[in-house]
């Protein structure tokens, strides 16, 4: 079942239960996800699926970080939708899961002494693994910190 479908389901059961906000974030969601699908012209891959729901969360999180101090009913809005979308969202990777996956592409480079000159290398093989699961700029602390 694709996320659109998951989606699709979860604002029926909304509308249902004449969950107004929920319902309206949900098609939000849906509607980014059918215009990626569009813009692509054929069926979403799952990391292209969870590369909506994150853009979504990013530009939520904007809007809710720039609303004026006296909108609290923005801030309230965009926290109840932030709350429905990350239902959708990839689950992320722990730091321990990250230095787990770091190591096993230090091994498979024969890299035993690790230095920051190899981190160009490192970087090339670790990010297509973490891609989707893990905050780059977490990832690139943590090498950078392995690697001195």
Known sequence: M????SVRAAMVTA?????KERKESLSMLLSALKNKQIDKREDLTEAEEFEVVKKEIKQT???????PADREDIKEQCSKRL???????????SEDEIKNTIQAVLNELGIAEPSARDKGKVMKELMPRV???ADGSLVNRIVGELLK
């Not at 509308?15 to 969950?19: F, G």
């Not at 709350?83 to 990777?93: D, G």
Request: proline share 3%; aromatic share 6%; net charge negative.
């Open 83 to 93: 709350a429905v979308y990350s239902e959708f969202a990839p689950e992320e990777m």
């Open 2 to 5: 694709s996320m659109i479908d």
């Open 61 to 67: 999180k904007e809007t809710m970080e720039l609303a």
């Open 15 to 19: 509308m249902k239960e004449h969950d």
């Open 131 to 133: 891609k989707g699961r």
